[in-house]
């Protein structure tokens, strides 16, 4: 599985962004699928997962209520809809893959996108 992360860019305090990170691979359809993030001078730290099928989502207290996961399997995409941006949600944003369940944690996950600049301004 490749994946390739799109739709960071820079927004003021309380904009919107939607990423979008798309896989290649006959088998995304049964990856869960994460979004972590890493600010400046700090580990990556995990941000939203769902599972293959769609039906459940986990996110951090930091972006609850604020970020949304969703995934199309038919396009192989996973998307982060993020409202109410704050200037601590600046941080490079990766989506990653694992067979399974969703992990906050990042060890195991096998695959990695690139990452994508977020910047929210104050």
């Known amino acids: 599985v490749q994946l390739q992360a799109f739709g960071g860019g820079s927004v003021q305090t309380g904009g919107s962004l939607r990423l979008a990170c798309v896989a290649s691979?006959?088998?995304?359809?049964?990856?869960?699928m994460t979004w972590f993030r890493q600010a400046p001078g700090k580990e990556r730290e995990f941000v939203a997962g769902?599972?293959?099928?769609?039906?459940?989502?986990y996110y951090a207290d930091s972006v609850k209520g604020r970020f949304t996961i969703s995934r199309d399997n038919a396009q192989n995409t996973v998307y982060l809809q993020m409202n109410s941006l704050k200037p601590e949600d600046t941080a490079v944003y990766y989506c990653a893959a694992k067979p399974g369940i969703v992990s906050r944690n990042e060890n195991p996950y096998e695959y990695w996108g690139q990452g994508t600049q977020v910047t929210v301004s104050s």
């Open positions: 691979g006959r088998t995304f359809s049964t990856y869960a």
């Open positions: 769902i599972d293959w099928r769609g039906g459940s989502t």
